[in-house]
């Protein structure tokens, strides 16, 4: 088997986050879907600005002050409640639809599966349990709080390798968020990109090995 470990980034690849837009609009009407790119931009930008400063605040504080954030900018006003409600949506979001399938054709060959993400632990265990993927993947669910600093950060990816005991050549890493593709590459896996969005390889001097549209297509490759 030329990949002993399959590894897979969690939101946005194997977890719907844009399936809360429901539930903000119904807090902020008309406004979910915008707030709902703008939440998970800011998201994202505030994990990389974070590593940058040397500092580290979970995912669970970051998702809530990145939402705030985003309430700010588009003059939504919220309440303490309102909040809880949209961080308990979050560890429900959605699996996305060709996630459970390919999930389970992978789990029948023997290989190692795992979850490498930058979500707090708790979240990531609520979001694996709510979608029945507790016991494909519990065991390995890997989150970036381990070391304190976030992916595409080398130490975050090391992870995987030590936890699985493998080395990065035989770990298949597989994303849809382009950034992690190309921090996954940079580390030394082979990368599957999955992408979701019909977007452009991300410009950053590594290029995944395989892109794909769905991850349907992840077990014939593997
Ligand atoms: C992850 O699950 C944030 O999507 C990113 O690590």
């Known amino acids: 088997m030329r990949l002993s470990a399959l590894v897979f980034d969690a939101y946005g690849t194997l977890f719907d986050v844009h399936s809360v837009a429901r539930k903000l609009d119904e807090l902020f009407p008309g406004k979910g879907t915008q707030l709902s790119q703008l939440w998970r931009g800011k998201q994202l930008e505030y994990t990389w600005l974070l590593s940058l400063m040397g500092r580290y605040i979970d995912f669970d504080q970051v998702t809530s002050d990145s939402l705030r954030f985003a309430c700010h900018t588009l003059d939504c006003a919220y309440s303490e409640e309102a909040l809880e409600a949209l961080r308990a949506a979050y560890r ?35 979001v694996v349990e709510h979608n029945g993927l507790g016991g494909l993947l519990a065991r390995n669910l890997l989150s970036v709080d381990a070391v304190k600093i976030y992916k595409p950060s080398p130490p975050a990816y090391r992870l995987a390798v030590e936890h699985l005991g493998v080395s990065a050549d035989r770990i298949g890493f ?13 580390f030394g896996f082979e990368v599957f990109w999955i992408n979701r969005g019909r977007m452009p390889v991300e410009e950053l001097g590594v290029r995944p090995d395989h ?11 593997v």
């Open 92 to 126: 429900q979001l959605a699996m996305f639809p060709d996630a459970a399938g390919a999930l389970s054709l992978l789990g029948q060959g023997g290989r190692q599966l795992a979850i490498l993400s930058n979500g707090a632990p708790r979240m990531l265990e609520a």
């Open 174 to 186: 597989v994303s849809s968020n382009g950034w992690d593709a190309a921090g996954a590459k940079s």
């Open 211 to 221: 892109v794909l549209n769905t991850l349907m297509e992840l077990p014939a490759l």
